[in-house]
């Protein structure tokens, strides 16, 4: 659910931006298994993670 959620931000600024690269490692990759995945995800988005539900996935038919 998270990966999803978190490459949005790479979307908005771009996947080679230095300030969301920087802000990963601070907030995601740092902290490490210190604070509940919540709490980091909502550090790097600055919002709440979305739920699985508010994704469009590409379907298999």
């Known amino acids: 659910m998270y990966a ?3 490459f949005t931000r ?3 600024d771009g996947l080679t931006s230095k300030v969301v ?3 990963y490692r601070t907030n995601i990759l ?3 298994g210190t604070y509940e995945p919540d709490l980091l995800i909502r550090r790097f988005l600055g ?4 739920s699985l539900d508010d994704f469009d996935f ?3 038919n």
């Open 4 to 6: 999803q959620d978190m």
């Open 30 to 32: 740092e902290p490490g």
């Open 21 to 23: 690269g920087a802000s």
């Open 10 to 12: 790479f979307q908005q």
């Open 47 to 50: 919002r709440e993670s979305k």
């Open 58 to 60: 590409p379907t298999l």
